[in-house]
């Protein structure tokens, strides 16, 4: 549980530092295997992902692991099968056992089978669902209520009253829970079921794949035998007119024997960009509904239900805390609550209303036009130093001082990587920068004036 709460961390930090696309290929699928007398272990899925994370990113690692309280001397890596990886982080387990009954839900005819004819179909009924969604620790209140109204209203009578079922709304506000424990309920309710999670981008994937190895046959009987079929962030087969073609008949097959269809998207069907009028109105020919990000009252809930089922406590004042500063994005604020908890794990201590403001990087009034040459100068000014100086070569203690401060700022307010903070200051070596950062923040909470200094440096900033 510990591990899985820095590994949360971990990845959230390494998330800011890399590029969306490295962080999806590189780092998203691992986890933390063991962390013993300095030696940590990651579990990575193949061994391209493991020579290329040796390669390129063990410093990243190990930086990144310093600050969540691990000093690892080395760095390994183990290539795991994904039912080991999902035992080790709990997270994008493909569901292949009922657990009512304890018997396996994947047919072999379903599955290994039709995978081997079609030589494309990388994986089998069931998989795609993650156990760790459920209708049971979804939170409902304003905002998501429809939502879950009609999802649970689907999980008992699939395929008859809201088909197709079609959600959307912002990033981070539980489509992909709420769809995926629909789908994980009918299986406890149905486990025969033939229940296809899949994301527009995969199927998308499979389907290229299809029209390349001429199986485009396999790959619709495929999708065509399901009894419920989810499919996530639609809006991707926007500008794809023969993914479109191929699914708007799945859609219709499907449909027409009432098959549960249910899909999430960010946007409603109406506007999503070239997307054929047919599969518009038939997206819209269901159920629509708008999810919104939860009340203040339903995102306390939100935190305090992840807290307890870490085992954590959280009084009050952090938790309106977190559901204040952190208002658009439910993921946004399980990161943030994650980060928390693994810090005060790793030491020990209760998490508090002043360390979760210093170390969550919270401000959403912050301008998005602020300039790392902005948060210099106010530095700089606050502590009456020339700005030449602090990113000069000088070692004198009144400018290392802000030196550090600005490093730190620079960190909390602007998210830049530490390679990009040492170079904003004329450092040549990024560890530096780390161990900057590093010790202004452990600094903060034992030095009252240096909390004021930040303080005031960061009010000047944003006003
Ligand atoms: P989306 O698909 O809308 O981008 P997700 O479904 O991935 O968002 O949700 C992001 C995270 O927030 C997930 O970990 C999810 O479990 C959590 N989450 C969102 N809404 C709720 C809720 N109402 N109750 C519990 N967890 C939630
Ligand atoms: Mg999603």
């Given at each position: ?5 820095l ?46 994370l ?51 839900v ?67 506000i ?45 790959f ?16 991707f ?9 191929e ?160 490093m730190?700022?620079l ?13 904003e ?39």
């Amino acid at each position: 549980m510990q591990q899985d709460t820095l590994w949360q961390a971990v990845l959230g930090e390494i998330e800011l530092s890399v590029s969306r696309g490295n962080f999806i290929t590189w780092f998203k699928n691992t986890s933390l295997v063991s962390s013993q007398d300095g030696v940590v272990v990651i579990g990575v899925s193949n061994i391209f992902i493991k020579q290329s994370l040796e390669k390129k990113y063990t410093a990243l690692f190990s930086e990144v692991l310093k600050k969540n309280g691990i000093e690892a001397e080395n760095i390994e890596y183990k290539i795991i099968s994904s039912t080991e990886s999902s035992r080790i982080t709990h997270q994008e387990k493909p569901v292949e056992i009922d657990r009512a009954t304890g018997t396996t839900v994947v047919e072999a005819d379903d599955s290994t089978e039709a995978k081997a004819k079609s030589g494309v179909l990388s994986h089998s009924y069931g998989q795609g669902l993650n156990e760790r969604y459920t209708l049971d620790n979804f939170v409902v209140g304003d905002g998501n209520e429809l939502a879950f109204a009609a999802c649970q209203s689907i999980s008992t009578q699939p395929g008859t009253k809201y088909n197709p079922l079609f959600l959307y709304g912002g990033v981070g506000i539980g489509k992909t829970h709420l769809i995926q424990a629909v789908g994980n309920a009918i299986r406890i309710n149905n486990p025969k079921s033939k229940i296809l999670y899949i994301s527009t981008e995969q199927f998308v994937r499979e389907f290229v794949q299809a029209l390349r190895n001429r199986t485009t046959a396999a790959f619709a009987s495929y999708y065509r035998a399901a009894d419920v079929l989810i499919v996530d962030d639609i809006q991707f087969i926007s500008g794809k007119d023969k993914m479109q073609e191929e699914f708007f008949h799945t859609f219709n097959t499907l449909h027409q024997a009432n098959k549960q269809i249910i899909m999430s998207s960010d946007k409603p069907p109406k506007d999503i960009p070239t997307l054929e009028a047919r599969l518009q109105s038939r997206f819209a020919g269901g159920m629509t509904i708008d999810m919104q990000i939860p009340d203040f009252e339903t995102r306390c809930a939100i935190i305090e239900t992840k807290a307890q089922d870490h085992g954590t406590h959280l009084n009050p004042e952090v938790i309106e805390y977190l559901a204040t500063n952190i208002n658009t994005n439910i993921r946004e604020l399980e990161g943030a609550l994650n980060q928390l908890m693994a810090w005060c794990e790793m030491r020990s201590i209760e998490p508090t209303l002043d360390l979760a403001s210093n170390l969550l990087n919270i401000n959403k009034t912050r301008p998005k036009h602020l300039s790392s040459k902005q948060v210099i100068e106010r530095t700089a000014r606050h502590f009456s130093v020339p700005f030449d100086d602090i990113v000069g070569p000088k070692r004198d203690k009144d400018i290392v001082v802000p030196r550090q401060v600005a490093m730190y700022m620079l960190r909390n307010e602007l998210h830049l990587s530490f390679p990009k903070i040492a170079k904003e200051l004329g450092r040549k070596d990024h560890t530096t920068a780390i161990h900057s950062v590093e010790k202004i923040q452990k600094e903060i909470q034992l030095d009252p004036t240096l909390r004021t200094a930040v303080a005031e440096i960061k009010e000047s900033l944003y006003a």
